[in-house]
């Protein structure tokens, strides 16, 4: 899948700071969340830069997907708090939810569901980033919109074509046009090539570092090393519910500062 050069229409154009003039665009501290009686995360201290292309590594269990989904706001800790800029954001599940409808409604439906967020962008409708009343993106950007973020994924031959009978590589660009087309500032990225051949996952990868090289906060968790070597800016270790590790790339892949993030690159389990 080739991600091609191509920018989707705006109604308001938000300006992103310089590279180097970063700031924390979502910050949870003490975080816990505990589900019948046992505890899944514990006591969180995170901060997200803007702009950066954020990865977590961790064993089946470890907490990632949990975590991002209260940073998202998807959960509510049960202690500790997350405070968030106001921005744009979306969120690649492994497994993409597809309404049975064309591949293009399925990117309609995203932008008709919208809201407007505080600094009059996009928001995206699962994200809760808005208490504004929902309202659709204007009639004569819907169309040009949805057609540049299906291009922009390399899907736009599909338009029409019933989403749930496409391949699972496919399915997932889908759910990756559904993201781009609300122009976001933050994406989520949960495993999105946990089930994918090296073809469609080369394929996340380019949409991941496009998004990233245009100033697009990127989180994404994965247990293929090699990708987070490939995509990663910080890398943040997870075991048992808890941050292990938190360090630049190059730092955590040649010289880990815990022994946790030295055996978890040896292929040991961590068990927390």
């Known amino acids: 899948m080739g991600i091609e050069a191509v920018r989707l229409p705006r109604e308001v154009v938000v300006a992103r700071p310089p590279a180097g003039e970063r700031g924390h665009l979502r ?42 989904q209260v ?6 800790p049960t202690q500790g708090s997350v405070s968030a800029d106001p921005v744009r954001e979306a969120m690649v599940f492994q497994r993409p939810v597809l309404l049975r409808r064309s591949v293009l409604d399925n990117v309609l439906y995203v932008l008709d569901h919208a809201r407007l967020g505080p600094a009059g962008g ?10 504004d009343a929902p309202r659709p993106v204007r009639s004569a950007d819907r169309m040009a919109r949805a057609l540049a973020a299906l291009r922009l994924v390399g899907l736009e031959r599909l338009a029409r074509r019933p989403a749930r009978v496409l391949s699972g590589g496919e399915q997932q660009r889908v759910a990756l046009a559904r993201a781009a087309v609300v122009q976001p500032d933050l994406i989520w990225f949960d495993e999105p090539t946990a089930n994918l051949d090296p073809a469609s996952a080369q394929g996340i990868e380019a949409f991941v570092t496009r998004m990233s090289s245009e100033g697009v906060t990127c989180v994404m968790s994965t ?3 090699g990708q987070a070597r490939r995509l990663a800016q910080r890398v943040l270790l997870m075991a048992g519910g808890r941050i292990i590790e938190s360090a630049p790339a190059d730092r955590f892949f040649d010289a880990p500062a815990t022994d946790g993030g030295r055996r978890y690159l040896r292929g040991e389990l961590l068990n927390g």
């Not at 969180?44 to 990632?64: S, T, Y």
């Not at 996009?122 to 208490?131: C, E, P, V």
């Open 27 to 68: 910050t949870l501290k003490g975080v816990t969340l505990v589900r019948e009686g046992q505890q899944l995360l514990k006591g969180i201290d995170l901060a997200i830069d803007r702009g950066e292309c954020l990865v977590i590594l961790g064993p089946n269990g470890a907490g990632k997907t949990l975590l991002m």
């Open 71 to 76: 940073a998202h706001r998807l959960l509510a």
């Open 122 to 131: 996009l928001a995206g409708a699962s994200t809760g980033a808005s208490t």
């Open 223 to 225: 247990h293929d090393i």
